[in-house]
Every structure is written in C-alpha cells, then in structure tokens.
C-alpha cells in the first residue's frame, strides 16, 4: 500500500503519532537512572525530530519557497519540543492534578498540529476564490475594503462576538479555576521562584499544601534586612490566566468575512494571535511577580504594590490590540461594521420609503 504522503490529514496524523510518542517517552523516561536520562532524553528527542522532518519533506518536497520551508520546519518542532517538555516536566512536579497538565496541554498542541499542517497546505495549493460578493451586494450588506480585502459579516457572527466573547472567556476562567487544573499555579509559582533566585538571590522558596483554599505560597526566610517575612498566598488570578481568557474569547468569537479570500486564512491568523498574545500576557505575569516580590522582600507594603503594579500591567492590553488589529482586522472592522448597520437601521427609522 503507497502512503500519500501530500495529504495533510495523513501527514498530521504521522507527526500526532510523534508528538504523543515523544510525550509518553518523556513521561516514562524519570524511570532511568539520573545518568541515563538526560542522554536518552537528547536521544530519542533528536530521532523523533529527524523523523518528524522527513515527513515534513515528503509533505512539501519543492511546492514551498524557503522561507516557508523554514516556517513549517520551525512550528512543527517548537511543537514537538514543548510537548517533550511538558512530558518530562509531569513526573517532577508535587501537584495531586499534575497529570491534568498533559490531558489539558497535549491535546491542544495536536490541534495546534493541524492547523499548522492546514496552513501550508493552502500555501502549497494556493487557494483562489473567484467571487465578487454579489450575494451581499444584493442584500444590501455593506462592504468594508481594508488592505485589497474585502469585509462583510453576518448579523449573527456579530452578535456572537458580543455574547460570546463573555460566555467564552468566563468558562474558560472557571475552567482554570478549578482545583483539578491548579497544575496551572505550580508552574508559573515555581517559574517564578526560579527567577526570584536567580536574579535577587533572596532565597525564597515554594510550598505546595494539598488542602485548604491556597495550594501554592512563596515563603521566606526573611527580607533583606533579615526580619521575618510573611508568606505570599498564591490564587488563580495571581497567574494571569484571566487576561488570557478574555482575548482568547475576543479571538476565537471575532467573525468571519463572507469573502472566501478574505477568510480563508483566518484560523491560522486566529491561532498566531492567540498563541503570541498568550505568551507576552504570560511573561508579563512573571515579570509583574518579580517587581512585586522583589519590592515586598526590599520592605514595601504587599497591598499598595500589588495594586499598582497589577493596574500597570494592564497597559499591555493594548499592544495586544495592536496585534490582533495586525493579524486579525475584522475585529476593529466588525466593531466599525456593526456602527454602520446601526446607522443605515436608524436612517431608515428617520426617513422611511415612501410607497
């Protein structure tokens, strides 16, 4: 039996295999003895990369420029990577739902896999819609034009993006919330300890207690002038995920044009939204900790600068709008879309046809 190795849902099949076997060796691999394992990990982690791009390559062959090659190449093996580590992170971690942070996270990067695949798929078939909106122009939709593309929504994707984004970011929260995904607190508490210590050398540490409403706390030895030092209780708002949620709602609700060109690239530019927004309202959350742990080790009240510094760090809300406005126009579009079926619906209550 031949494989077609240009279909895309078979190649993503080939490379989900990869990352869930790179996931389980991981996994497994704190089994072996200290000596062994870091080598073995390097190991079987290089052989499942050197696999994984030989699929990549019969996928593509030579349909791809090199700077996409390049791009296809670099996704699929950050994903492979994080998925490694998240693997070999699982055993070493104190959580009692620690395992929630594969079932969570491993299914997420093999839909992050297709999309990916999805993505150069189109790149390589260079998908064109031969279409003029006449259907919209009949209906006498409006027709916004931003950068030669062409923009008209639905009524109901509107009111999605209204309702949704709400419903959608508040489950996602409550989601996080819940004591079976504090795994979630562990990570950035322990991240954050990490740089605590690396860079102030305050000799702070992290302390895990199954029970009660805190899980996860900072402790110290005392600050800098050596008098004792309270703990800091960790929650789920401590860990950013909140800022997450609501641009992810505001991502993944924003609607899609009725012009098939327009659209037909949006999930990836969706996903490319979502994943770097992700990351910097992630890094900004640590870095926010260590100001503020830094300036409560140095003697500074934890209320006042807790406030302050959490408020001042909601200013990179807006560099995330600029992104989305980079990668996704129709979210300001649909917002200037939705102004003008207003107006056009209040002309017409103004100044009725006649008969």
Not at 75 to 103: A, C, Q, R, Y
Not at 250 to 257: E, K, Q, Y
Request: proline content about 3%; hydrophobic content about 50%; glycine content about 6%.
């Amino acid at each position: 039996m031949n494989l077609n190795f240009t279909n895309k849902y078979l190649v993503w099949v080939e490379l989900s295999i990869i990352l869930i076997l790179g996931f389980t060796f991981s996994v497994f691999i704190v089994l072996l003895s200290p000596e062994a394992r870091s080598i073995i990990l390097i190991v079987q982690t290089i052989l499942l990369f050197f696999v994984q791009i030989f699929l990549i390559w019969k996928f593509i062959g030579e349909r791809l420029d090199n700077r996409k090659k390049f791009g296809i190449y670099l996704f699929h093996s950050l994903n492979l990577l994080f998925t490694v580590i998240i693997g070999f992170s699982i055993p070493l971690m104190e959580s009692d739902f620690k395992n929630n942070t594969g079932i969570v996270m491993i299914p997420l990067l093999l839909i992050l896999g297709i999309i990916i695949t999805d993505k150069y798929d189109k790149d390589i078939k260079n998908i064109q819609y031969d279409q003029e909106l006449e259907e919209g122009k009949l209906h006498g939709s409006p027709v916004i034009e931003f950068e030669d593309k062409k923009y008209v929504f639905s009524v109901n994707s509107l009111l999605i993006l209204a309702v949704g984004t709400i419903l959608l970011a508040f489950g996602i929260y409550l989601f996080f919330d819940t004591e079976a995904q504090f795994w979630l607190h562990e990570i950035v508490v322990k991240q954050t300890v990490y740089f605590l210590n690396l860079f102030f050398n305050m000799d702070v540490s992290a302390s895990y207690s199954p029970v009660g409403k805190y899980h996860w706390s900072f402790d110290f030895v005392g600050n800098i002038n050596g008098d004792p030092l309270g703990s800091i209780f960790f929650e789920t708002f401590c860990t950013g995920i909140q800022a997450i949620c609501v641009f992810a709602g505001i991502i993944i609700c924003v609607p899609h044009s009725r012009d098939k060109n327009t659209n037909k690239d949006i999930i990836w530019r969706k996903t490319k939204a979502l994943v770097v927004s992700s990351v910097i309202f992630y890094v900004v959350n640590v870095i926010r900790m260590l100001i503020q742990i830094e300036l409560y080790y140095l003697g500074y009240p934890w209320e006042s600068i807790h406030v302050s510094i959490s408020a001042a760090s909601s200013f990179i809300a807006a560099i995330i709008i600029l992104l989305l406005h980079k990668w996704i126009p129709e979210f300001i579009i649909s917002i200037i879309y939705t102004g003008t079926l207003i107006s056009k619906k209040f002309k017409q209550f103004r100044n009725p046809k006649e008969d």
